[in-house]
């Protein structure tokens, strides 16, 4: 049943379960971020920098922006179709946001690994 949902006869469900799925993935991050925080609770400079200095976490926190960005491409490409009617506009817009999610991109991955 979901094979054939995910075929070329429903296009948009692709993009609808990858939000979802960003979504989710998402939410695992916050959570587990609550509960680190709750059990090694960090205070100072030194903590904090112990505290997100482990690779497998600056990976996690990579990951969890790449699904923010995923998921906010997807949903401002939605809203830009639902209410921007002018195609030339619409798509100067998009390569707009596009730029400034890479460049936030790029921007991260500098703060993770020049920590």
Do not use: E
């Not at 070329?8 to 960003?22: A, C, H, I």
């Not at 200095?53 to 923010?68: D, E, H, Q």
């Not at 906010?72 to 939605?78: C, E, F, K």
């Amino acid at each position: 049943m979901l094979i054939q949902l995910l075929t070329k006869q429903y296009p948009g469900m692709r993009l609808w379960l990858s939000q979802r799925l960003t979504a989710l993935m998402m939410a695992f991050y916050i959570i587990a971020l609550i509960i680190l925080l709750l059990i090694t609770q960090p205070a100072g400079f030194t903590a904090w920098h112990a505290f997100i200095s482990p690779v497998w976490f600056r990976l996690a926190t990579l990951v969890f922006f790449m699904c923010l960005f995923i998921h906010a491409w997807l949903g401002v490409a939605d809203v830009l179709q639902d209410y921007v009617f002018n195609k030339t506009l619409r798509a100067t817009m998009q390569i707009g946001v596009d730029a400034l999610l890479i460049a936030y991109l790029f921007w991260l991955m500098f703060i993770l690994w020049n920590i």
